[in-house]
Each structure stands twice: as structure tokens, then as C-alpha cells.
């Protein structure tokens, strides 16, 4: 249970650092005294290479990558955040499957055995299981995991900012990044409140572009370490 925790933090570690890096890249990028003077090729194929660019005509994207930048810390973060349920409800199952100990909160579960196959019946058990748990919905997940975890009351408000950015990764995804009522009936109100690139707060209503700063996600990675450093506490390091 700890290795699965202990290689999440890591990776958010190593997540939060590279989008600080990127967005240091863009900030440098405008500060280049003469990008008229440099041409920018990349390699395109073995054999091809683009047509020069002058680094002055690709400046003024520049806000688009730094939005790309901090968008692909928040999907990275929330898919590993995902993965981590997913390992621990992994390991919660070998442990019971396994009689090591018991943990009736998993309840009631399907799975599909073939009796064909020669693969030992408590491994296909166990992915068959797996797997089901993988497709649920993010609030019936979590609400095993919390239960499992004995999650602890300070950590309430650290899982509701968490859900929110749940749903803005959704957004992110199958939805143009915009507002939607799936986020503003998870908050519970008319609007999403995130922090601006000054950590300033800012509103956002249904069907608006949302934007994500460096400030709302160092929240959420705080959150993710304050989450998952509660849950560490309370776990059996030997499952």
C-alpha cells in the first residue's frame, strides 16, 4: 500500500517540477531581444525538415503553450490520481482474496471466471474484479477507497477541491475545456472559483473557457499530498 502512495508523490513531484520548467521555458521565450534574428526548424522525419520559422512570428503563441503546459500538469495529476485508486483497490482485493486479511467494506462484487483457461481462479478473480472497479463512476470509487482508508474528516475539503478538478480534467477532455453543468452540480453553485497566474480569485460560469494557473495547481497538488499522506498514516504498510 505505502509503495503505491510513495510512487504517486513521486510522480506529482516530478510533475509539478516539469510544468514549472515549461512554463519557465515560455516566459524565457518572450524575453529574447531580437526573435526576428532566429529562425526555428524541427525535424519532422527522417529526411524532412520545416520550413525556417522566425522565432518573432511564434512568440505571440505563447500564451497557448503556457495554457498547454499547465492543462497537461492537471491531466497528468488526475490520471495518477486515478491509477493510485485503482492500485489500492488492487491491493485491498489480493490482501482479502489472499487471507490476509479481511475487509468487508469491498461488499458485494462481480467478476467473470473462464474455467477454460489454466490462469488459477483467485488471479482471474482478482483482475475480473479489478477491472469492474476501474469502470464505476469516480464517486462510487472513491467512496470505497475513502472507507478502506478510514479517511480522515480533515481531509473532506481536500477531496471536494480534488472532485472539482476531476471534472475540469473531463472537461479538458471530452468537452473543449469549458464550463459545464457536470461541474458547477459537483460544486453546487452557478460557478467554478479558481486562482489566477497572481493567485488572485477568479469566477467562471457555464460554458466559459477555463483557464488554469500555476497558483490553482499547486492547491491541487498540496491537496493530493495532504490526501494521500492522511491515508499512508492509517494504512498497513505490509499489504
Excluded at 489480493?94 to 483457461?117: C, E, P, V, W, Y
Excluded at 478538478?165 to 479538458?172: A, E, K
Excluded at 453553485?189 to 488554469?212: C, F, N, T
Aim: charge should be negative; hydrophobic fraction near 40%.
Amino acid at each position: 500500500m505505502h509503495d503505491h502512495i510513495d510512487k504517486f508523490q513521486s510522480k506529482l513531484r516530478q510533475y509539478f517540477n516539469e510544468m514549472i520548467l515549461g512554463s519557465a521555458f515560455v516566459q524565457l521565450g518572450r524575453y529574447v531581444e531580437h526573435p526576428e534574428g532566429i529562425d526555428i526548424e524541427v525535424k519532422l522525419a527522417t529526411d524532412k525538415t520545416s520550413e525556417p520559422t522566425p522565432l518573432a512570428d511564434l512568440i505571440h503563441h505563447a500564451g497557448g503553450v503556457g495554457a498547454g503546459v499547465t492543462e497537461f500538469f492537471q491531466v497528468r495529476a488526475i490520471a495518477a490520481w486515478n491509477d493510485l485508486l485503482t492500485d489500492l483497490f488492487g491491493s485491498f482485493v489480493h490482501a482479502h482474496l489472499n487471507g490476509q486479511k479481511t475487509f468487508s467494506s469491498l461488499k458485494k462484487r462481480s467478476a467473470t471466471i473462464d474455467f477454460s483457461s489454466q490462469e488459477p481462479i483467485v488471479v482471474q478473480l482478482h483482475r475480473s474484479i479489478v477491472r469492474d472497479y476501474s469502470f464505476a463512476p469516480y464517486d462510487k470509487r472513491l467512496s470505497i477507497i475513502k472507507e478502506l482508508c478510514e479517511s480522515s474528516p480533515s481531509v473532506v475539503k481536500d477531496l471536494k477541491f480534488v472532485g472539482k478538478h476531476v471534472d475540469i480534467r473531463n472537461s479538458l477532455q471530452h468537452h473543449g475545456g469549458v464550463v459545464t453543468e457536470e461541474i458547477l452540480k459537483g460544486l453546487g453553485s452557478s460557478k467554478i472559483e479558481l486562482l489566477d497566474d497572481q493567485g488572485e480569485v477568479i469566477y467562471s460560469k457555464l460554458s466559459d473557457r477555463i483557464r488554469l494557473y500555476i497558483p490553482e495547481l499547486n492547491l491541487l497538488k498540496s491537496a493530493l499530498f495532504r490526501i494521500t499522506i492522511n491515508w499512508r498514516e492509517a494504512l498497513n504498510a505490509d499489504i
